[in-house]
């Protein structure tokens, strides 16, 4: 990582390992993902959290190919 700037993190592309830019999920005209974007580094450990229903489960089933 590089620096902070106004509370963001600057990250080096190289640091990057998974990016997943503007999900969009489906399902039939129910639209239960949308606009998700996350850079996931190396070496680190990531956490999704958010309220029961808001698409946690959904968008890792995503980056699995599961859905």
Do not use: W
């Not at 129910?30 to 996350?38: E, G, L, M, Y």
């Not at 808001?54 to 699995?64: A, D, E, I």
Request: proline share 1%; hydrophobic share 35%.
């Amino acid at each position: 990582m590089k620096d902070n700037i106004e509370g963001r993190m600057l990250v080096d592309q190289m640091d990057v390992k998974f990016k997943a830019s503007d999900v969009q999920v489906y399902y039939g005209d129910t639209h239960a993902i949308k606009d998700v974007s996350v850079d996931i580094l190396d070496k680190t450990v990531t956490a999704f959290i958010g309220p029961s229903g808001c698409g946690k489960s959904t968008f890792l089933r995503c980056l699995n190919r599961m859905n």
